[in-house]
């Protein structure tokens, strides 16, 4: 409460000394004393009346005590050190984080059947494609972690395991298993792709999750990825296994206005040891749906010393549409003599937000897509179309895994941000396929409807 002035004055003349007691010529010094007096205890009840009425905080921890990390279960207000980004993020000082991930997806497909093939894998299928969860967090002096299990197929499979440093604002180094920089298609998470499954050549030319140390180097729009790799965390208990090889990646990604551009280039070399003379290499594709085991196109078991693949990338995004197109070309070497062979994939896509959103985009791959207006704040969610052509082909001299050209179609609604559903279709034509339909014809079409549940945090 501000007090008057003249209470003030009042106050401070009571206690001083009678004006009959002062010399007269004293008396306007002693006035101009008191208002000095009084202005500058204005002054400080004005300071204090501020405090007072600003935001209490919660009550300081001892004096050389830190303040324990806390658990929210009210409002994100009540606990500053618990964070909200899809799922709770519970953080300490001196830079210690915690926080869990997962996601699950659950599909369904119907893949047509040619004349005269009878496999149990055609028709209606379904099945829990992804079922992950996982934590990741930094550790103080720039460290960070991430460890995610896949409890979906029969047996829990280790995901990613893998440590990381921020040696500088530029340079990140990653150790343990993690993607080595196949292409863009393949860096993107599953929970942002725009089709159910990834195009054709991901799968056909086993790209897959190492163990390995990396780093990443970043100027501006402009950043570099190279690392050496092993195997799977899964085939590293495989006495045989000693296999290894280095991946590089290179992205320009400028923002020009309201413009994202995307253009990139990878290399990749890999020797299998001696898994080359006790395991065989095969290079083949299911018909775009995971829940069916049949592959139409697919080379014999081959035993491959070394593979060299190489590809390029772009993309666009400008507001609601994006286009973006992959080429890569992978060289087998067999154990021995003999020829090598060369397979190809690649394939070309354009996207359309319905309702006006733009894809999500972030460190050289797609990101999280935010929705402009989600069903709980009595929207209608984001919903996207979009087309793609897709083509492999493993025919290569003598060898002949047969060649695949898609047309497909995907329909996705996005409700909220972290909750997806998706319906796929596609025509496939074969020439050369692996499985000869009726009178031994092996050039054929196929049509796949799919559809998708996904949630992730």
Not at 214 to 227: E, K, N
Not at 342 to 362: L, N, P, Q, V
């Amino acid at each position: 409460m501000k007090l008057p002035v003249w209470l003030m004055a009042a106050t401070m003349l009571a206690g001083a000394a009678p004006a009959s007691a002062q010399p007269s010529s004293d008396v306007a010094a002693e006035i101009a004393a008191l208002r000095a007096q009084v202005d500058a205890l204005q002054a400080r009840m004005a300071e204090l009346e501020a405090r007072a009425a600003a935001p209490q905080s919660a009550p300081a921890a001892a004096a050389g005590q830190s303040a324990p990390a806390a658990v929210r279960t009210a409002a994100a207000e009540e606990a500053p050190n618990v964070r909200f980004r899809g799922a709770p993020e519970i953080t300490a000082p001196g830079g210690w984080s915690f926080k869990p991930r997962g996601r699950l997806q659950y599909d369904v497909a119907y893949v047509s059947r040619p004349d005269g093939i009878d496999d149990p894998g055609l028709g209606f299928s379904n099945e829990l494609r992804r079922a992950r969860l996982g934590v990741e967090g930094d550790i103080p002096g720039g460290f960070g972690y991430v460890f995610e299990l896949d409890f979906a197929g029969e047996d829990v499979e280790i995901i990613d395991a893998l440590l990381s440093y921020e040696a500088s604002d530029a340079l990140r180094l990653t150790l343990g298993q993690h993607n080595n920089f196949q292409s863009l298609e393949e860096l993107t998470s599953s929970r942002f792709t725009s089709f159910i499954e990834r195009a054709a050549f991901t799968d056909a030319f086993n790209f897959e999750r190492r163990v390995g140390l990396s780093a990443t180097l970043s100027h501006g729009d402009l950043f570099a990825q190279a690392g050496i790799f092993t195997d799977n965390i899964a085939d590293l208990s495989d006495d045989a296994n000693d296999g290894g090889g280095v991946d590089g990646r290179i992205v320009y990604a400028p923002r020009l206005g309201e413009t994202q551009l995307h253009l990139g280039g990878s290399a990749h070399w890999r020797d299998n040891g001696e898994l080359a003379a006790t395991a065989a290499t095969r290079y083949r594709q299911r018909p775009l749906a995971h829940s069916t085991d049949v592959r139409f196109i697919g080379t014999p078991a081959l035993p491959i010393e070394q593979e060299t693949s190489y590809g390029v990338e772009a993309a666009i995004i400008h507001g609601p549409f994006h286009a973006v197109g992959e080429a890569h070309w992978l060289e087998a070497d067999p154990l021995g003599p003999g020829a090598g062979q060369t397979f190809f994939g690649a394939y070309a896509e354009i996207g359309w937000f319905i309702t006006g959103e733009s894809r999500g985009y972030k460190d050289g791959r797609f990101d999280r897509t935010r929705v402009s207006r989600p069903v709980e704040e009595g929207g209608v969610g984001a919903f996207q179309l979009n087309l793609r052509y897709d083509r492999l082909d493993l025919d290569s001299g003598t060898i002949l895994g047969g060649t695949q050209d898609g047309m497909q179609a995907s329909l996705i609604w996005i409700p909220t941000d972290h909750v997806r559903f998706l319906i796929n279709y596609a025509r496939l034509d074969y020439d050369n396929a692996s499985l000869p339909a009726a009178d031994g014809d092996r050039d054929y079409s196929v049509d796949v409807v799919a559809a998708r549940a996904q949630i992730d945090f």
